[in-house]
């Protein structure tokens, strides 16, 4: 099996050689390079885009003295959608989880949670899927489900495939629908679950959210 490959980007030097120092020892993960900021890691990326040795994963934190994890992974994911991002911070406030999501977070992990949740959401973000440890999760969960809207039966079908990591584009074959369709019908779910992103919204739906509108 092809090793994961993995980029990281953090302003401070003794975080970056301890995660490059741990991913050494992970089996099936390789390190292929570190920046000290957004704006470093994006001009990584496109040496090593140069070179066709893209990276599968990005380890972002979010707070940097250069440009900021959060509009650095706005522009990873739209320069290069195959590049996962993973946030690895110190800031587990709601609304700085959910901008992160939204920018194309497809992980989100504390530095004080246990070093193994890194391996966890690096290999999750590999296959697509996305990873949020524990205190996160939590975060998330305390803000509750009030005043969100029932969704339409179409609703719950696109949010239960998106949930299983289709993309818009196979979640339109897999229902006869156009792309543009549930994109449409993805932007309803997000507005009536008050959520920002395809990444929150199938996070919502595999924590049981769907069981919960039942």
Known sequence: M???????????????????????????????????DGASALAALERLAAEDALPDVVLMDLVMRGQDGISATREIRVRYPVVQVVAVTSFGESQRIRDALAAGASGYVMKDSDVDEIAIAIHAAAQGAAHLDAATERTLSEEGDAGREDLTAREREVLALVAEGLSNRQAARSLSLSERTVQTHLGSILRKLGLKSRTEAALWAVRGGLRELD
Do not use: F, K, N, S
């Open 2 to 36: 092809t090793d994961v490959r993995v980029l990281i980007v953090d302003d401070h030097e003794v975080v970056r050689l301890g995660l490059q120092a741990y991913l050494e020892e992970q089996p099936g993960i390789r390190c292929v390079g570190e920046a000290v």
